[in-house]
């Protein structure tokens, strides 16, 4: 066969030959119309969609309830400023308190909660208090409502107490008097703690006390929160972007004005903001160091700056084709399918290196026109197998169960279809069009000794030698020394705050970011929940709405029933009640009291006997002390107790009125109650749930618990457990489809050995050399492993098209060529478009660089030295064969058919 004959385009190459030639305008406005028709579907069809949920496939059953907890319950996604008091508490509480007032004021941010409030608390009374504390409270009820609507609590603490004389004579039901005798006792209190008060005394009452919030703290108390529930955009990159700047602007702005204690932080969606925002930009800096470098390269290589710029044009006329399927085939854009672009330039350039490659080795000996037709008759095949087998290994993600890398594998396997496609079509017509006039320059030899090992067979010998042993060392080195990091938060960059905040908040009590949820639908069903979760160790707390309320029962019922008897038409507090009373009143009452005392004998107890006496004794005092009316900070004392009374009183009443949701504090109602009123158990984990094995010993108690458990933990589980099955399916996977592909193309079972084979050593190969630098695999990285078959098994298939044709075109040796460097260029451009993540400072991006720059270069060394040495020992072994048999061919070379 004739070298012309060799290089005659056939089938749909001969097609595609004569369009770019014939038609290459029409080729090229095509091609760039539907680039821009492309571009402009993925600018207004192509939303992004940053919820990591959306990652997940919602036909999961585990997802299902997962989805359902969220439609209930809401978002419970907090972030966390954790305010460090370093044994400045009450500086402490001031910082939490100026930062709720500063983040309240922020439109973003619907929740923002730092402490319970004493009127929270007091609204709780009737379903916080024990049983004893509650009769007392519903004998108390009437007082309580004369407390939040009387004109003048003295006169009627004297009414009470006439009726329950009165009633002696007549035999009272023990009840009425009951109800009568506490009504008047806590009138009589609260009069006596409200003089005590305008005299500067601490009063007796506890309605009358002031209380202290309650701030949100840790369990060892050092760490204070505020939590904080932003709006959340899921079609922007963090979701929290906006609020989160803000949110941070008035943390440091509260921290300089309290030196003394430290102000961070922390929580699950910021962890998440964070690690996009330093991924993302990892990954902007890497592909434009990538392709800065891939164009000098171009440029050095080619020694021209034209073709590899027309190159990058039909490159860039293949991303807008891509971002046209991607709208059409998935129609958004994930967290995880965003990284197709680092895909695309690690290796959709590479098909255009190929073809300018092959055009420019052309170049030197024949006109444009037969350039072209040359390449695409030798390169146009190669490099879609190429592709076919690449995008292969991504479409093949759709059989996981994850549903993240199912789109990613759409739209990367589209992506690489569609660059192959532009590159023999487009590519060719740019060159047609933009290269005749242009004076051929040789392309610049790479000095890799393929030739040599292609042609000795001493040096054959010790390649494939020296390849054996290194490929049996990694073999038994890897399963034994090969780490694969599942922690998280190991996988970020750890000069984060928030990963620093998250680890202080672990080391003082427990993650902040992750609970299991385990809804319920009566009180005795969340107790039974609890009384389960107690007995497993991997849990180290449980809270529900029961940490803070009682369970109720038929005897507390009627109880608060009685107080919410007293609430009804309580009405609004009067405008000028009486504040102050006269010390001949206050006198008269200290009398009646201690006569009723000294009357009461032994109907009432020591303690009772007592209580009447103590407060006679501040009823004289109150008389004994009155205040002057001109005594203005007597009187804002007294006014102040007096307001105090009057809430608390009201406070009680109403919660006992309001459902269970209503009752609780705003910083803890939407944690345990849902709108429509179910109750949820969260199960907070006793270990490090970030790593991998507490945190399935914390997902298997989870549902010991209850089946129907749910929440992050369950969700993050499942998801690795589906991610690593993916990773070891579609490896499997991809082995298979490369192999079928190349046997497709090459038709020979030989042929696919060769190939499949020389790239499973240098992936054995490239565990070892990861083992040695002890770069784990994880999460993050460890689907380089998939692209890397996908991407290795091109360079083989390009160097046994080129051998073949060596062969039919009667050459003495395989020479290989301009593939050669095209191979070495291919693997150093997938090298660098992926290298620049190496100094990321994510650490699981930085591993994913590791792996495809070491990847890359171990499968070009397999490639360039392994594949020609089995190539040049088989075709010593049939020379020597056909020689002895006198059977070679009138020229002296060997058949076409010599090579697999």
Known sequence: MTDHEAGEPRGWTAFVARLVTRRPWLVIVTSALLGLVGGWLGVTRLPLDANTDSLISRDRPWMKDYLAFLEEFGDLEYLYAVVDTKGHRAEAEHAVDALVTALRAMPDLPGVYGRIEPEEAWRLSARAADDTQLAGLADAATGLRSLATGTNWLEEANAAMDRLGAGALTSLPPDEARTLGATSLLLYDAVASVMEAARGAEPGLPLAKVRAPEYLASDTGRLLFVAILPRKDFSTLAAIEGPLGEIRAAIAEVQRAHPNVEIGLTGKPVLQADELVTSTGDTTISFAFGLGIVAVLCVVMYRDWRRPLLAVLAFAIAIGWTQGAAALLVGRLTLLSMVFMLVLIGAGLDYGIHVVSRYTELRATHSVVDSVRRTLATAAVGTITGAVTSAAVFILAIFSNFGGLRELGIIAGAGLLLCAIAMVTTLPALLVVFDSRRTPKPVLDVPVPLGSVARHRGMAKAALVVAAVATLGAIALAPLALRFESNLLKLQAQDLDSVRWERRVLADSSSLSWFGAVPTDTEAETLAVIERAT?????????????????????????????????????????????????????????????????????????????????????DAAAAHPFSADDEAARARRDETFARVQSAARAILVGSTLPLRDVLPDALRARFVSPSGRLLVQLIPAGDTWELEPLKEFVAAMRRVDPRATGVPITQSESINDMTRAFLGISLLSVLAVALVTWLDFRSIGAVALCTGTLLVGIALTLGALTVLGIPLSLANFFGIPILIGLGIDSNIHLLHRAKEDEASGNAEIDFGGTRGAVVFTALTTAIGFGGQIFASHQGMRGLGWIMVVGSLVCLATSVWVLPAILHLLRVRRLGQRSSSTSLTPSGSASRNDLP
Do not use: Y
């Open 535 to 619: 007995k497993e160790p991997a849990i180290g707390h449980i809270r529900s709405a029961f940490d803070i309320v009682k369970p109720t029962s038929e005897a507390r019922s009627a109880l608060v029933a009685r107080l919410a008897a007293a609430a009804a038409d309580l009405g609004p507090a009067p405008k000028d009640p009486a504040r102050s009373w006269p010390p001949p009143q206050l006198a008269a009452a200290a009398n009646r009291l201690r006569l009723l005392a000294t009357l009461s004998g032994s109907r009432a107890s020591d303690a009772e006997r007592q209580t009447l006496r103590s407060l006679s004794e501040r009823l």
